[in-house]
C-alpha cells in the first residue's frame, strides 16, 4: 500500500534497552506517522512528521523520539524500552496531509519488551 | 484537540443482514471523515471516505452518511457476506492536522 516497508516485522527486546523501527516510502507523500495499536485503544499517535526535518508529538509521545532526514525515511525510537511499549507498530503517509488525502499504512512492526 | 468516539465495540450479525456502525466527533472543524477496514493481522485499509461537502457516498454495499449538525458519520454495510468479518475504524482529520482514530468495532459476519 503506497510502497510503505516497515522494518523489522517483529522484535523482541529487553527492557531499558534502545529500539529503532524504520519506516520506508516510496511514494514521495510529505506527511508521515507513527502509530501504535493496543487492544481498547485502537490506533494512537505516537509522532508526525510535515516534511524533512519536521516533526511533531502527537497524544502518546513519551518514551518515544523520531526522525526524519529524508523524505522517504521516518525512524522511530524507543530512546530505553519499556513493557508498557509493547504494542503493534504502524507507519502511515498521506500526500497532502489530514483533511486533504488518506492515510495509508505498512504492515506493522510487533515489538514485544520483555 | 478531536475526540473520535465509535460504537459499538463488537458487532455481530448473520450474512446477508445490513450491519451500521456510528462516530461521533467533537472538532466542529474536521473536515474529512475515512473508514478502515482491518483484518486480522493486517494492516489498517481505507474503505470509503467522505467529505464535510457531502452528505453521503456509496461504494457497492458500503456507505457514509454524514450529519456535520450532529457532528457524527456511519458505516453502511449490505448484504454482508463472511469476509466483511473484520475490526472497521472511523476516523476524522482536518487541513494540515493530525488524523484522529476510533476505538474500532469488531464485526462478525455469522454464515
Known amino acids: 500500500d503506497a510502497g510503505i516497508t516497515q522494518s523489522p516485522r517483529h522484535k523482541v527486546t529487553e527492557t531499558g534497552t534502545p529500539v529503532t523501527l524504520r519506516c520506508h516510502q516510496t511514494?514521495?507523500?510529505?506527511?508521515m506517522y507513527w502509530y501504535r495499536q493496543d487492544p481498547g485503544h485502537g490506533l494512537r499517535l505516537i509522532h508526525y512528521s510535515y516534511g524533512v526535518k519536521d516533526t511533531d508529538k502527537g497524544e502518546v509521545s513519551d518514551g518515544y523520539s523520531v526522525s526524519r532526514s529524508k523524505t522517504e525515511d521516518f525512524l522511530l525510537t524507543l530512546e530505553s524500552a519499556t513493557s508498557s511499549q509493547t504494542s503493534v507498530y504502524f507507519c502511515?503517509?498521506?500526500?497532502?496531509?489530514?483533511?486533504?488525502?488518506?492515510?495509508?499504512f505498512g504492515n506493522g512492526t510487533r515489538l514485544t519488551v520483555t | 484537540g478531536e475526540n473520535v468516539e465509535q460504537h459499538p465495540s463488537t458487532l455481530s450479525v448473520q450474512e446477508g443482514d445490513s450491519a451500521v456502525i456510528k462516530c461521533t466527533y467533537s472538532?466542529?472543524?474536521?473536515?474529512?471523515f475515512p473508514w478502515y477496514k482491518q483484518e486480522l493481522g493486517k494492516r489498517p485499509q481505507l474503505i470509503i471516505d467522505i467529505r464535510s461537502n457531502v452528505g453521503e457516498k456509496k461504494d457497492q454495499r458500503i456507505a457514509v452518511t454524514l450529519n456535520k449538525t450532529a457532528k457524527h458519520f456511519s458505516l453502511h454495510i449490505t448484504e454482508t457476506q463472511p469476509e466483511d468479518s473484520a475490526v472497521y475504524f472511523c476516523?476524522?482529520?482536518?487541513?494540515?492536522?493530525?488524523?484522529?482514530f476510533g476505538t474500532g468495532t469488531s464485526l462478525t459476519v455469522i454464515p
Open positions: 476516523a476524522a482529520s482536518r487541513t494540515g492536522n493530525q488524523f484522529y
Open positions: 511514494e514521495n507523500h510529505r506527511y
Open positions: 472538532d466542529s472543524a474536521s473536515n474529512y
Open positions: 502511515a503517509t498521506t500526500a497532502q496531509g489530514g483533511g486533504n488525502s488518506p492515510l495509508h
